[in-house]
């Protein structure tokens, strides 16, 4: 049998978020936002890494990664996928799983499940994900890609929004070789929005930390208590995704 691949889970964070600054660290049942992912991303019992920027107001962002043992990569703000290039050297990884710190309840087993049909495949040229055919709740997201796509990426990509989202290059198959897999649930959850981008998902948020101690649920239970809660969903049904 062959050595393991060294697979970490890299979440990118940054203070400076257009519709809700610093949301990253806000606090809701007795933990921040950036806490409770971090503590679910670690259920997984793979490495976690966090990858902010160079600039002064993410500062507070290394120091919290300092004070809870998770490494803590600083790059250019606006070339995301260079400072996940760079995670990726200083941590040795031979493949990475994307996620973003503003999904507070990434569900764990999921990712599991993900990098397991990725060690499966065994298939440097493959891309896995749960985003590309969306059923899952927004907040789940997850992308597990190589380090020599990353690698590619990073030499090729040149559009702006290439660089700042990481991996359209990569996803949308620039470079012709890539094999897209996808990790889907048989009944669509994707109206359900778990993420925190605006006011009022974290409205969402404290009620979930708060009333229905979310924070210790799986995905799929917190699939199960939105379905039962209309009250909850519309609390920030209205939001809109912004467009990459």
């Known amino acids: 049998m062959g050595r393991a691949l060294r697979i970490g889970i890299v979440s990118q964070a940054r203070m400076t978020s257009t519709r809700l600054p610093g949301k990253v660290l806000l606090r809701a049942g007795g933990d921040s936002l950036l806490g409770c992912h971090l503590r679910r991303l670690r259920q997984t019992g793979l490495p976690v890494l966090l990858a902010t920027t160079t600039n002064a107001t993410d500062d507070v962002l290394a120091a919290f990664g300092k004070s809870h043992d998770v490494p803590v990569t600083r790059g250019d703000e606006h070339d995301v996928l260079g400072r996940f290039q760079l995670c990726a050297q200083e941590n040795d990884l031979e493949a990475v799983v994307r996620v973003t710190s503003d999904c507070p309840f990434i569900a764990p087993e999921l990712i599991v499940e993900g990098v397991a049909r990725y060690r499966a495949a065994a298939d ?60 889907t649930r048989a009944a669509d959850a994707s109206r359900y929005r778990l993420t925190v981008d605006t006011p009022e998902d974290f409205a969402l948020v404290r009620v979930l930390l708060a009333d229905h101690a979310a924070g210790q649920l799986s995905g799929e239970a917190l699939i199960e208590l939105l379905s039962t809660h209309p009250e909850l969903v519309a609390l920030n049904a209205t939001v809109e995704q912004k467009k990459i």
């Open 124 to 183: 440097p040229r493959l891309y896995l994900s749960n985003v590309l055919r969306r059923t899952y709740p927004r907040g789940f997201d997850f992308e597990i890609f190589s380090r020599e796509l990353l690698d590619e990426a990073a030499q090729r990509a040149t559009l702006p929004a290439e660089r700042e989202h990481v991996t359209p290059y990569i996803n949308q198959n620039r470079a012709g070789t890539v094999h897209l897999t996808h990790l």
